[in-house]
């Protein structure tokens, strides 16, 4: 739907009707679509609430054997602050493609395992920077909670984009086997 000088318009507060009739309220997606979409809010929402209630338990078990292990409490405040991260960036892409009516089922395993990807991410990347392999941060800050599980939000928030980074630099430096298919243009890998 594009407004009068043909420029797609704005979305929520710039655009709270959605390109819809005031007093069109009922929903746009089927039955089927509804009861799919209401289980990924739930489950998506389940984790937004466990992430919270582990972080809790470390902080109050944390006199626990387990629980003030400190290598154990660096790497799954990096897991839970990724995984936090991520579910909030699952909610968002839930909410927005279904309010501007572009939500897909082909979509589905991305908005479910994006916050397990996330969070796997931010573990390897407090693994990465603790090491030295990465100079982005001085590995004395991962000696703060706070700290880890900050990067491991906006790591896990802008997991797929940090991920493209990656991509990048592992391919200027370790190359890459792949060649242009001449009909598509798509890389292929010449291994297969």
């Known amino acids: 739907?594009?407004?009068?000088?043909?420029?797609?318009?704005?979305?929520?507060?710039?655009?709270?009707?959605?390109?819809?009739?005031?007093?069109?309220?009922?929903?746009?997606?089927?039955?089927?679509?509804?009861?799919?979409?209401?289980?990924?809010?739930?489950?998506?929402?389940?984790?937004?609430?466990?992430?919270?209630?582990?972080?809790?338990?470390?902080?109050?078990?944390?006199?626990?054997?387990?629980?003030n292990n400190q290598i154990i409490r660096k790497y799954s405040f990096a897991w839970l602050g990724g995984t936090f991260g991520g579910v909030l960036f699952s909610l968002k892409w839930l909410y927005h493609s279904i309010a501007k009516n572009i939500w897909n089922e082909d979509r589905r395993l991305w908005r479910l395992f994006t916050p397990h990807l996330s969070g796997g991410f931010s573990f390897a990347m407090v693994v990465l920077i603790s090491?030295?392999?990465?100079?982005?941060?001085?590995?004395?800050?991962?000696n703060r909670l706070g700290t880890i599980f900050g990067i491991g939000f906006l790591t896990g928030y802008f997991s797929d984009y940090a991920i493209g980074k990656f991509t990048d630099v592992a391919k200027s430096l370790f190359g890459t086997n792949q060649k242009q298919d001449s009909l598509t243009g798509n890389q292929k890998d010449s291994n297969a």
């Open 131 to 142: 090491s030295n392999l990465i100079n982005v941060f001085n590995p004395e800050a991962l």
């Open 1 to 67: 739907m594009s407004n009068e000088s043909g420029n797609s318009p704005g979305f929520a507060p710039s655009y709270p009707t959605d390109g819809r009739d005031i007093g069109n309220w009922k929903t746009r997606y089927p039955k089927e679509a509804q009861k799919t979409i209401i289980l990924e809010a739930i489950y998506l929402g389940l984790i937004l609430l466990l992430v919270p209630c582990f972080l809790l338990l470390f902080i109050l078990l944390k006199d626990q054997q387990f629980f």
